[in-house]
Nanobody
């Protein structure tokens, strides 16, 4: 089992930055890939970014490419999502997820096995 706890969300103005954290426990952190998702009211869940176990490879959705950065610190059992240039349309609940599956076929379609409870991000105009 893997437990994931997100933090770092909040209410900010457009153009601001936030860094979300995802602390993991229950299994060797470096054994799984990680992803960040978001879901806005009335919309489907969206994959924003993903990172392999070692951090060597990353994936970004077009909607956040160039503004968001995914990273991880395996020594601290923590994953991060640095979000810069926030826009009102970034308002959503943000979730981290862990995948025990192979990343040999890429990160964009990777399935995930464990999910955090989410942290809310609200961006005002």
């Amino acid at each position: 089992q893997v437990q994931l706890v997100e933090s770092g969300g909040g209410l900010v103005q457009a153009g601001a930055s936030l860094r979300l954290s995802c602390v993991a426990s229950g299994r060797t952190f470096s054994s799984y890939a990680m992803g960040w998702f978001r879901q806005a009211p009335g919309k489907e869940r969206e994959l924003l970014a993903a990172i392999t176990q070692s951090g060597a490879r990353t994936y970004y959705a077009d909607s956040v490419k160039g503004r968001f950065t995914i990273s991880r610190d395996n020594a601290k059992n923590t994953g991060y999502l640095q979000m810069n240039g926030l826009k009102p349309e970034d308002t959503a609940d943000y979730y981290c997820a862990a995948s025990l599956r192979t990343t040999d076929f890429g990160l964009r379609l990777l399935g995930y096995d464990y999910w955090g409870q989410g942290t809310q991000v609200t961006v005002s105009s």
